[in-house]
């Protein structure tokens, strides 16, 4: 452990929220302490919630040199932040240039208090790793992972419901054709796809040589991808978009890139003229397609605020993801060799998944949808998880 905390001693002043710590440093190692060589005892407070950095305050060099086995005395006074919640106090050494000791496997003094309305309080001390502190952390972590993107969805659905609208609107406000468009630009997107490669590039089936036949082939494929692509490209610039939005402290930036992804969806709100019964699974398939298109739409937002080209990136690589998704031409014209990677592509299992459904009148297959669910739930909580590391740091960019 290279470092015991013996005879430690907390106390905190409500009114100001500073802590006065006293405790003797007990020198484990085979090594003397020594100030020439830039021994010192610091603090941090973080987040105990979310594990964020917020403050660290002054280096205090030892009063001399400690010999293994020795033990040196030590006085600190800790301010905590004056917003509301809970903190946690990291004491520790610090080797030099070798910086933290706690980082380095060595115990740390562990000081958890809270800040209210009543005042500031003291939690408890103990002296631990950081090793042991992330596992014990490890079920609130994984429980916030779940919950927090859920909450933030059904607290903010009002806002969310408010905020689409404003976005479908906006894009058509003051045209003659209005609300249209929404469903005539997609369509006819598609319809000019299908022209040039239903009639003008020839492609055609082994077993159907028609052009109608390929359209409508075409057609299911264009439905999953369209409001994914839309949602992508849109995502790296939602936060410097909603600038505005990100300084003020009781706006949930986090639900910009969510009205994207509902905003999306209303391109695949194209009429067919016949819907078969087996579309009763839709649904199904648009459950992995929301939750895949938002966590990634929360990790490309997030990382869009700090890499400006992010944007101009995404324009080729969604060009390429869609001429490695089998939309445009037969899947039998894929390499055999290029199936097991390309089949694990998840916009082609929505494509085939709306083919089945729409096309060839049964339920999308078991096999590779269960992967699809499990592949959408953790890109979809892992985004949001980014999305909230980062979400700290958007002021100072933006």
């Known amino acids: 452990m290279s470092v015991r905390y013996r005879e430690v001693q907390a106390a905190i002043d409500p009114g100001t929220g500073r802590i006065r710590l006293r405790c003797r440093l007990e020198n484990r190692t085979r090594s003397a302490w020594k100030r020439s060589e830039g021994f010192a005892v610091g603090w941090q407070i973080y987040d105990p919630r979310t594990g964020v950095f917020i403050a660290e305050g002054d280096w205090v060099p030892l009063e001399n040199d400690v010999a293994p086995g020795a033990a040196s005395e030590l006085a600190l006074q800790i301010d905590l932040p004056a917003e509301r919640g809970p903190y946690r106090v990291y004491v520790a050494p610090i080797l030099g240039e070798a910086g933290w000791a706690y980082m380095k496997g ?4 562990v000081v958890d208090a809270t800040v209210d309305d009543g005042g500031a309080a003291l939690e408890g001390t103990r002296a631990t790793t950081l090793r042991r502190l992330h596992l014990a952390n490890l079920p609130h972590w994984l429980r916030s992972l779940v919950t927090q993107p859920v909450r933030a969805v059904a607290r903010n659905w009002s806002l969310i419901e408010s905020m689409v609208r404003r976005d479908i609107h906006g894009r058509y406000r003051g045209s003659v054709g209005d609300m249209f468009w929404a469903a005539l630009n997609p369509l006819l997107l598609m319809l000019t796809y299908a022209f040039v490669f239903g009639f003008v590039l020839r492609t055609r089936f082994v077993n159907d040589r028609s052009p109608a036949g390929f359209v409508l082939y075409f057609l299911a494929g264009m439905m999953p991808w369209l409001p994914f692509a839309e949602a992508l490209a849109r995502a790296p610039q939602a936060v410097l978009e909603h600038r505005n939005f990100v300084k003020k402290l009781l706006f949930p930036i986090e639900i910009v890139p969510v009205t994207q992804v509902l905003a ?15 579309a009763a699974w839709l649904p199904v398939l648009l459950i992995p397609q929301v939750l895949f298109t938002l966590g990634m739409s929360w990790f490309l937002a997030a990382l869009g605020a700090f890499l400006r080209d992010l944007g101009q990136v995404m324009g080729f690589l969604l060009t390429l993801w869609f001429f490695l998704t089998p939309i445009c031409y037969p899947e039998q014209q894929l390499p055999v060799w290029a199936l097991p990677v390309l089949g694990k592509n998840p916009v082609y299992i929505l494509t085939r998944g709306f083919r089945a459904i729409f096309l060839e009148n049964r339920p999308p297959e078991f096999a590779s949808l269960w992967k699809l669910y499990l592949l959408s739930i953790v890109v979809c909580l892992l985004g949001h998880a980014w999305f909230q590391k980062l979400k700290k740091s958007f002021a100072d960019v933006v």
């Open 106 to 109: 060595w115990e740390l003094l």
């Open 264 to 278: 999306a969806l209303v391109t695949q709100a194209i009429a067919r003229e016949r819907v078969p019964f087996t």
